[in-house]
């Protein structure tokens, strides 16, 4: 237990200890300082005895998480101990998802530009179905693998006959220069 533990400990207090200790955990009411009457969390029927019995307890990993553990006196729940609240602070981290191609976009400006283009993309891609429109006669195929099938020549036929667009970044030299010439400026 923490140096902030209130109350005796008995041999279930100390078991407590020892999963706590072999598990790696914290026991989260015993590390924050309070008045005793926020960490009482079990008063006798005479109100004379006050113990401490119910804890939270966090991975060690996560201690900078928690934030604070006290008792809640005032919550109705109809019996003898006290209500055992912690306070979190929760860092969520957006998830991204990875495509196939993650920074490239097929180049669709060169089908409005070029004629040429434009009918070669066409005739691929009626070529392709084609082939996929004779293969179809099986009819054992689920309409997830056909999705898969069109998904797949339209794709490689993309990939072939558009090609992808230059992702546009910007030069660091311009950047640095913009700052030498501040300096120099200035001094």
Not at 30 to 44: A, G
Not at 74 to 93: E, N, P, R, T, Y
Not at 158 to 176: A, H, I, P
Request: charged share 35%; hydrophobic share 30%.
């Amino acid at each position: 237990m923490g140096r902030h533990g209130l109350g005796e400990r008995n041999e279930y207090g100390q078991l407590l200890v020892d999963l706590c200790a072999r598990y790696d955990l914290i026991i989260g009411g015993t590390i924050f300082p309070h008045k005793n009457c926020h960490k009482v969390t079990w008063v006798s029927p005479d109100h004379k005895t006050e113990n401490q019995i119910d804890h939270i307890a966090i991975g060690r990993q996560w201690r900078r998480l928690l934030l604070d553990v006290r008792n809640k006196r005032g919550a109705d729940i109809g019996s003898d101990l006290h209500l055992v609240v912690a306070k979190f602070k929760l860092k969520i981290q957006a998830y991204k998802r990875r495509t196939q191609h993650p920074w490239k976009r097929y180049d669709i400006s060169r089908l409005e530009e070029d004629k040429k283009i434009q009918e070669l993309f066409k005739l691929e891609l009626t070529n392709r179905f084609q082939i996929l429109t004779d293969m179809e006669r099986v009819e054992s195929e689920t309409i997830e693998k056909k999705w898969r099938k069109i998904r797949t020549i339209f794709t490689e036929t993309s990939e072939k006959v558009l090609g992808f667009k230059e992702k546009n970044k910007k030069r660091l030299d311009d950047t640095t220069d913009l700052g030498k010439d501040q300096r120099t400026k200035k001094g």
